[in-house]
């Protein structure tokens, strides 16, 4: 049996390292099973459910021909039938006890390979679920399975070297300033300096890093996007400083993108930051149609769920490192033109340029130091590996 790296991620929780962080998995309460389930989904996928009454804390394991799903806190429920349609590749579920953790064991028909993150998803209770932890998968033909297994046996030395890829993308830029402080800050200016300073950062803790700019040059939101996709971003990171018309707000704030704005400011600043390119937010539907017929719903769902763990571990790193917080909630969402893309990822506000103080501050090269030092923590800390 192998655990895989990204398996092991799982259980230790690299985010446990981070002082004043509540790692999400490590400590779950009492976790009871609701139902397991299969399916057939396009494409000729089988789908496994497995509901929870609590988010899980899992790891995942591929015997010969099996699928295990090892959910930590939990015990074995034999009035719990699993419910198996017909023409998946699961042929029998059994739960085993194992301590205490109940291991879900699919037996398959055929090898599946290990999962990539875009064939997991965890759902958040709705009106009729629990948690859902969602899996799809098709049979790897026999060539590729050898290829995957011969990857896998060479082991945790194969899979350290994989660079994960940042893209980082300085808002605004050439004919557009972004927005200005009362001194004559440009936006565009200094998250160019902290982009520049990330890249740095990004470089020497490992990873592959691309900017979409590193000069004054004027850019199109669709074409940061694009840029994010050509280069096969694991991670977007779009970086801004903001303005406020009441001049004594401050503090960062970190948005995802979704088609509703989570409240009027939120919906205020895509407008502002989507200006540069004339999208107005209701031209969201069309990239919707876009993304839909790229992405399957499931994909959809964990570009947005990676998107939100990356920004809650982001918007964590900037409080534990004491940078200052806008009032309100740290994390929003908004229809950001720069975020369509398929790549997860987050568009930072660093701070008000509004603000006399934090214009300061954010010209500061110290400043502009801690900022970066706490989103090279964040990008350490997120989960590349489900
Ligand atoms: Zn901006």
Do not use: W
């Not at 398996?7 to 400590?27: C, E, N, Q």
């Not at 042929?91 to 064939?119: C, F, M, P, W």
């Not at 009032?327 to 990822?345: C, E, I, M, N, Q």
């Amino acid at each position: 049996m192998k655990i895989s790296r990204r398996d092991a991620l799982k259980i230790t929780g690299l985010s446990v390292v981070v002082a004043g962080m509540v790692p999400r998995m490590a400590f779950a309460a009492r976790n009871a099973l609701r139902s397991v389930r299969t399916g057939v989904q396009p494409g000729d996928k089988t789908r496994l459910v497995i509901e929870t009454s609590t988010r899980p804390s899992y790891s995942l394991s591929y015997p010969e021909k099996q699928l295990v799903v090892d959910i930590a806190n939990m015990s074995a429920d034999s009035s719990i039938a699993p419910k198996l349609a017909s023409g998946t590749l699961i042929s029998e579920i059994k739960q085993v006890q194992s301590g205490d953790h109940l291991q879900i064991v699919a037996t398959l028909r055929k090898n599946i390979g290990q999962l990539q993150k875009s064939q997991i998803m965890l759902l958040e209770p709705n009106g009729d679920n629990d948690y859902r932890l969602v899996f799809d998968f098709t049979a790897v033909s026999t060539s590729a399975d050898k290829i995957a297994s011969s990857v896998t046996s060479s082991g945790a030395s194969t899979q350290k070297t994989k660079q994960n890829i940042i893209i980082i993308d300085p808002g605004h830029g050439g004919k557009d300033p972004g927005c200005i402080g009362r001194g004559g800050t440009k936006e565009k200016d200094i998250v160019l300096s902290v982009a520049r300073r990330l890249k740095t950062g990004l470089d020497q803790a490992g990873f592959k890093t691309y900017m979409t700019r590193s000069g004054d040059k004027y850019l199109k939101l669709a074409e940061r996007a694009e840029f994010a996709e050509n280069r096969k971003g694991d991670l977007f990171i779009s970086l801004h400083a903001n303005a406020n018309p009441s001049r004594s707000v401050k503090g960062f704030s970190i948005y995802t993108l979704s088609e509703k704005a989570s409240d009027e400011e939120a919906k205020k600043l895509a407008e502002s930051e989507n200006a540069a390119d004339k999208i107005g937010v209701d031209g969201f539907t069309e990239f919707e149609r876009d993304i839909r017929a790229a992405l399957s719903s499931l994909q959809q769902h964990a570009v947005a769920e990676m998107s939100e763990e990356y920004a809650n571990g982001c918007a964590r790193a900037f409080r534990s490192s004491k940078v200052e917080a806008q009032p309100g909630p740290s994390v929003r969402h908004a229809p950001f033109a720069v975020l369509r893309s398929t790549v997860p990822g987050a568009l930072i506000e660093l701070g008000h340029l509004s603000n006399a103080a934090e214009e300061k501050l954010l010209k500061s090269p110290d400043h502009q130091n801690k900022l970066v030092a706490a989103i090279v923590r964040s990008i350490k800390n997120y989960n590349f590996d489900v």
